[in-house]
């Protein structure tokens, strides 16, 4: 019996534990990855300002090739919204929309997770001109999970793989942008 009661202790305090610590953790996340690319910063922002070219340059969209994809409005403008949902639950399902253009500086989005968990968070790609035939892009994420899932930002890595993501996406566009494919 007393052996018994000491099991019932230790799988409270496993489960009691990461709830507690939870209570200390904040749940707001903020990630920025930055590159510079050898185009004149008109160029880069009127092809990122294309959600459909998202396609050819983040990682989210090449992790399933065969991903289903849905449009509405007019790309390149406020409320235009592109959707997709994929059997892969790294992908899952989900939609983000413009939600507000700085002309040839900022691009704001709202993305809507889901599945595999929904989820609202905010993101934007930002251009300045770093020189002549020279921008610097910015691609930046943030977002709040609530208790207690914000435990899984530490957890799992949350912010070092968004920023991971990013970092790798950007990689692409400057490879694209710069081979003029």
Do not use: C
Not at 4 to 16: D, H, N, R
Not at 30 to 54: C, G, R
Not at 58 to 68: A, G, I, P, R
Not at 116 to 122: I, L, V
């Amino acid at each position: 019996m007393k052996a018994l009661k000491i099991l019932l202790i230790i799988l409270v305090a496993v489960v009691a534990l990461p709830l507690l610590a939870a209570l200390f953790i904040s749940g707001n996340y903020d990630v920025t990855e930055t590159i510079v690319i050898d185009k004149p910063k008109e160029e880069v922002f009127a092809y990122v300002k294309s959600l459909k070219n998202q396609e050819f340059y983040s990682k989210w969209q090449k992790m399933d090739l065969q991903m289903e994809h849905y449009f509405e409005g007019q790309d390149g403008t406020v409320g235009f919204v592109s959707g997709w949902k994929s059997q892969n639950p790294d992908v899952g399902a989900g939609e983000q929309e413009i939600i507000a253009i700085e002309e040839g500086e900022r691009i704001d989005y709202e993305l809507r997770f889901l599945e595999p968990f929904a989820s609202t968070s905010g993101a934007f790609m930002t251009t300045e001109e770093e020189g002549p035939g020279k921008t610097k892009v910015s691609w930046g994420f943030t977002g709040d999970m609530e208790y207690p899932m914000n435990l899984m930002i530490p957890l799992m890595g949350m912010k070092e793989s968004i920023s991971a993501d990013l970092a790798e996406g950007l990689a692409n566009l400057k490879v694209l942008l710069e081979n003029g494919n």
